[in-house]
């Protein structure tokens, strides 16, 4: 009791109230101490390494801006990379976010049992893990793909499409593979905040003048989830940057002409297999940068959603 | 009340039908149709696949749906089992405890901490609950290398701990588990107080029995995490090795083994699904609190 009322006050000392707080503190600190080990540090450490030269088995060594401009001035493939990501990033991230409030809106309007099942069958997908390798056997490039072997029957094309060593289609491809990853956590958290929304406001809305569902959604619903809208935007953002793994099952690491190529297959080929830790680490920092500036961007959009 | 009815007579607005005109209905069932069997079509080929006889698995043209179903890939893939070098058995025991070691502490080392986040005042809670969110704008690949670093330092390098630790302190449970402790009751707490009990005892006996919806949300998606983790970065030891590992070595042997591959598919697969289904209104309900305050 004496926490929560005393330092509402503000007067006491700063000492005297983390003193009084310092149940607060214990509690926190397990969580607190792994998550500075494996988070806080990780990307401080990412940010002071992208300047030195390091292999794991020297000492790191400072070279400046070095890592950089080889990065931004001589890597032809981070460039690739880097446009990969962007395009993966541009496209699939609003069309899943799009998608997520778009079903979790429809899915709404069914029966509790209903929408349980269509709930399962569209986040399923995202939960599976690994068993995107599926998609190995529809993608196949002889006949015996089911994708082929569909197309050639419906005599849409000739012959077999080697769908993932064609370098015009490794992109596209990948691209659906990764909206079909996509309905995750978002698309929870939007189905959840739609039956937050009070029923009765949108009988309100009716009586106000709202005549048809999409006024409704853009008066009533949208508004009342934004705190939803925020959050799943987090999620489809940082997932739409971070593809890699269907890239390097599906297209291969290095793909054909680095058609499939992200800046974390970039990372991965120096950090894991050439050990250049310095220059995987300026990727890294590029890619954080790049995440956090996106998400912080997109939140100060969604906060006018209505207004 | 009288008043409502009557208006609502009057206007014909009926509370299912608001606002719903069938035009609108069929182009957004339509829409969600055809995107439904985009979505649930391979989970489809994989349960099809796994159940096929080799035969018809190098049918052409290839078929989706199974004709003589059969579960020798099932019985295939056991024979192999025992034929690895190290026990299946192992690789099972190494992801049971992965799996439910990374469940277990992170449900209570987030609870811990999100309970003085969302109910007590203290200088630097801003800043650490920032901090957080902060964690869920990238993803953990960001930091692999200072990760890996870190953890030859600390000495768990090729341990069950250098999976196990880092997924203790993952951000989304605490922001999840925060944001639904919100909503109890502070005259819960403060009652508990003036009876005397202390923070530790408020938390075990008060605040996580109403927060059961919430660990079971984090630890199924933890579960979700840990599952597919095939713990290559840092599980040197074939011993140590996750299940997910061995499964996957499985599926890269090539033609002469798509019928088991097929069976470890549907495995890798169902296992995450199932558990979403047990917990799906668990789930659900602490999604309610998920959102972002601005």
Same mark, same amino acid.
């Given at each position: ?16 109230? $983390? ?49 950089? $401009? ?24 609003? #069309? ?10 429809? $899915? ?18 995202? #939960? ?19 994708? /082929? ?23 596209? &491809?990948?691209?659906?593979?990764? @909206? ?10 939007? @189905? ?19 005549? /048809? ?39 291969? /690491? ?9 800046? $974390? ?26 995440? &956090?500036?996106?998400?912080? @961007? ?10 | ?45 994989? +349960? ?211 019928? +088991? ?34």
């Amino acid at each position: 009791m004496t926490t929560a009322k005393l330092s509402k006050t503000g007067r006491e000392p700063l000492s005297r109230r $983390i003193w009084k707080a310092r149940s607060s503190y214990l509690l926190m600190a397990p969580y607190f101490i792994l998550f500075f080990f494996f988070t806080v540090l990780p990307v401080l450490m990412s940010v002071g390494l992208s300047f030195t030269h390091f292999n794991m088995l020297e000492p790191p060594e400072f070279i400046g801006w070095q890592n950089y $401009i080889k990065l931004l001035l001589e890597d032809d493939i981070f460039i690739i990379s880097l446009k990969n990501t962007l395009l993966f990033a541009v496209i699939t991230g609003p #069309i899943s976010y799009f998608l997520c409030l778009l079903f979790a809106w429809i $899915i709404n309007e069914f029966k509790p049992k209903m929408r349980a099942f269509l709930t399962l069958i569209f986040y399923a997908p995202s #939960i599976t893990g690994n068993a995107y390798i599926v998609w190995n056997l529809i993608l196949t490039g002889d006949r015996y793909g089911y994708l /082929n072997g569909i197309l050639l029957r419906l005599d849409i094309i000739n012959e077999a499409v080697l769908w993932m060593k064609t370098e015009n289609l490794i992109l596209p &491809v990948l691209i659906v593979v990764q @909206l079909w990853l996509s309905l995750g956590t978002g698309f929870l958290a939007f @189905l959840a905040g739609l039956q937050t929304v009070d029923k009765g406001m949108y009988e309100a809305a009716a009586i106000d003048g709202v005549k /048809n569902r999409w006024q409704e959604l853009w008066f009533v619903t949208l508004p009342a989830m934004r705190p939803q809208l925020m959050f799943g935007a987090v999620m489809q953002i940082t997932m739409s940057f971070a593809v890699a793994d269907i890239s390097i099952y599906l297209a291969g /690491n290095p793909s054909v002409n680095y058609a499939g190529a992200t800046i $974390i297959t970039h990372l991965l080929d120096y950090g894991s297999t050439r050990l250049d830790m310095g220059y995987a680490s300026a990727i890294a920092t590029i890619l954080f940068l790049l995440m &956090v500036g996106t998400n912080k @961007l997109v939140q100060r959009l969604l906060r006018r959603v209505g207004n | 009340m009288a008043q409502n009815v009557k208006l609502r007579r009057r206007f014909r607005i009926r509370e299912k039908k608001l606002n719903r005109s069938m035009a609108g209905n069929a182009l957004l069932f339509g829409l969600m149709i055809v995107c439904g069997i985009f979505m649930v079509l391979p989970l489809v080929m994989v +349960v099809n696949n796994a159940l096929k006889p080799i035969d018809e698995i190098f049918q052409f043209p290839p078929r989706i749906f199974v004709r003589n179903p059969t579960l020798s890939n099932f019985s295939d893939l056991f024979v192999l089992m025992n034929d690895t070098w190290v026990p299946f058995s192992r690789y099972i025991l190494n992801t049971a405890i992965i799996t439910l070691g990374g469940m277990l502490g992170h449900v209570i080392i987030a609870s811990l901490a999100a309970y003085p986040l969302a109910k007590h005042e203290f200088p630097g809670k801003n800043i650490l609950f920032y901090m957080v969110v902060l964690s869920m704008m990238f993803s953990w690949t960001v930091t692999q290398i200072p990760q890996y670093v870190i953890i030859s330092w600390l000495g768990i390098n090729n341990t069950y701990a250098a999976l196990v630790l880092p997924a203790w302190s993952f951000g989304m449970g605490l922001y999840l588990m925060k944001q639904f402790m919100e909503q109890l009751p502070d005259s819960l707490i403060e009652s508990a107080r003036i009876a005397g009990a202390s923070e530790w005892r408020i938390f075990w006996s008060i605040i996580m029995p109403n927060v059961k919806p919430a660990w079971l949300t984090l630890a199924i998606f933890q579960f979700q995490q840990m599952w597919g983790n095939t713990g290559s970065l840092f599980l040197r030891n074939e011993e140590l090795k996750p299940l997910q590992f061995s499964l996957l070595q499985i599926t890269a042997g090539g033609v002469a083994r798509a019928g +088991v591959a097929a069976a470890v598919t549907f495995i890798i697969a169902a296992v995450p699904i199932t558990f979403f289904l047990i917990c799906q209104s668990s789930i659900m309900e602490t999604m309610t609190t998920s959102g972002m305050k601005e």
